[in-house]
C-alpha cells in the first residue's frame, strides 16, 4: 500500500501541484509495479482532494493525448476522504504506464511495470 498526497513542487512538466507517495522521494516519484502484483494507492489524505489518481499509457494521460487504463484498476470513494484508493493489479505484459491526475495536467509521472 502506498500513501498519496498533493503538495507543491516541481517535476518535469514544471511547477504546481504534484503527487508525492509516502516512502518515495521527491515530487511525482517514479514507481516500479512488478507485474502479477497488487498495488493500492491510498488518496484518503485532504490534500488529494479534487485530484483523481489514475493510469494512462500516455505520459499525462489524458490531458498528453492519451486515455485511461483501466485493466486491473479498480477505484473506491471520493479522493481526499477517508478510504478513498486506486487499485492496480498488473497485468502480465503490462505496458509502462503514466499515472496522473484526471482533472489537472502535469501532476503525475512514470509507472514502470517490469
Same mark, same amino acid.
Not at 500500500?1 to 517535476?11: I, K, L, M, R
Not at 517514479?30 to 507485474?35: M, P, V
Given at each position: 500500500?502506498?500513501?498519496? @498526497?498533493?503538495? !507543491?513542487?516541481?517535476?518535469?512538466?514544471?511547477?504546481? &501541484?504534484?503527487?508525492?507517495?509516502?516512502?518515495?522521494?521527491?515530487?511525482?516519484?517514479?514507481?516500479?509495479?512488478?507485474?502479477?502484483?497488487?498495488?493500492?494507492?491510498? #488518496?484518503?489524505? &485532504? @490534500? +488529494?482532494?479534487?485530484?483523481?489518481?489514475?493510469? !494512462?499509457?500516455?505520459?499525462?494521460?489524458?490531458?498528453? $493525448? $492519451?486515455? #485511461?487504463?483501466?485493466?486491473?484498476?479498480?477505484?473506491?470513494?471520493?479522493?481526499? !476522504?477517508?478510504?478513498?484508493?486506486? #487499485?492496480?493489479?498488473?497485468?502480465?505484459?503490462?505496458?509502462?504506464?503514466?499515472?496522473?491526475?484526471?482533472?489537472? !495536467?502535469?501532476?503525475?509521472?512514470?509507472? +514502470?511495470?517490469?
Amino acid at each position: 500500500n502506498y500513501t498519496v @498526497s498533493v503538495a !507543491s513542487g516541481t517535476n518535469s512538466y514544471g511547477s504546481g &501541484n504534484k503527487y508525492y507517495v509516502a516512502g518515495l522521494s521527491g515530487a511525482s516519484p517514479t514507481l516500479t509495479l512488478n507485474e502479477g502484483s497488487t498495488y493500492k494507492f491510498d #488518496q484518503s489524505d &485532504n @490534500s +488529494n482532494s479534487g485530484h483523481p489518481f489514475r493510469f !494512462s499509457t500516455t505520459a499525462n494521460g489524458t490531458h498528453g $493525448g $492519451g486515455s #485511461q487504463y483501466t485493466t486491473g484498476v479498480t477505484t473506491s470513494g471520493t479522493p481526499g !476522504s477517508s478510504g478513498a484508493y486506486t #487499485q492496480i493489479t498488473v497485468a502480465s505484459g503490462a505496458p509502462t504506464l503514466y499515472y496522473y491526475c484526471t482533472i489537472h !495536467s502535469g501532476m503525475g509521472g512514470l509507472a +514502470n511495470t517490469p
